[in-house]
């Protein structure tokens, strides 16, 4: 099997999952991946990770669970527990018995890799947001472009998953805007948001 036939079969799964679970991109988000780890039989361990690890499965004779960085802002959360999704319904074997630590991208490579496409498949299909983006048409893409796509998107993602989907979908130049700070740009365009603002302004005293 190819890698991309490894990660084919990944999006595949993904989507029968999602189904299984009745999954709506628009409204998913923390509550709703807890209710399913609880279907899964999966416990949610509330132990303190070391900062370079953002999550943590762990299997040991039928008992599953799973430890995630408890800092995370609530999108890359999101994604985290969905990855750790896919270790368990594909990594178990290979794991037996024991713990895959995520965030190491060097160690298992591909697994890790394959964890990183279930969940962006699982949160939002490449198929609903190619739809969206050619709903837009758009032909070369700018920061500010980008900014308003996301402001349409109500799947609870990232700037950096926006960015990487352009970019596999062959719609962005790899790596052309990795630099670009959205969520400033985003305020430069549009102001800054009520709750940050008051939060600024108490910080300010
Ligand atoms: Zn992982």
């Not at 609530?74 to 750790?84: R, T």
């Not at 190491?104 to 964890?115: P, Q, S, T, V, W």
């Not at 062959?170 to 709750?195: C, D, H, I, N, S």
């Amino acid at each position: 099997m190819t890698r991309d036939e490894y990660f084919e079969g990944l999006k595949a799964l993904a989507r029968e999952k999602r189904m299984y679970h009745a999954v709506r991109t628009n409204s998913f988000g923390l509550r709703e991946v807890r209710q399913i780890y609880k279907k899964e039989g999966i416990r949610i361990d509330p132990w303190p990770l070391p900062p370079k690890i953002k999550a943590m499965y762990m299997c040991a004779d039928g008992d599953y669970s799973v430890a995630v960085q408890r800092s995370l802002p609530d999108e890359p959360k999101l994604f985290a527990l969905v990855h750790e999704l896919k270790h368990h319904y594909v990594d178990q074997e290979q794991i037996a018995n024991g713990v895959v630590t995520c965030g190491d991208y060097n160690r298992n490579e591909l697994i890790e890799k394959g964890a990183e496409v279930f969940a962006a498949e699982f949160i939002f299909p490449e198929q609903e947001f190619a739809e969206l983006v050619k709903s837009i048409g758009i032909s070369v893409w700018r920061p500010e472009d980008i900014v308003r796509l996301k402001r349409r998107i109500a799947a609870k993602i990232s700037y950096t998953f926006v960015r990487k989907r352009l970019e596999r979908l062959g719609l962005v130049t790899r790596g052309a805007f990795v630099t670009v700070q959205f969520k400033k740009l985003e305020e430069q365009m549009f102001g800054v948001p009520y709750w940050k603002a008051r939060m600024r302004r108490r910080a300010v005293g």
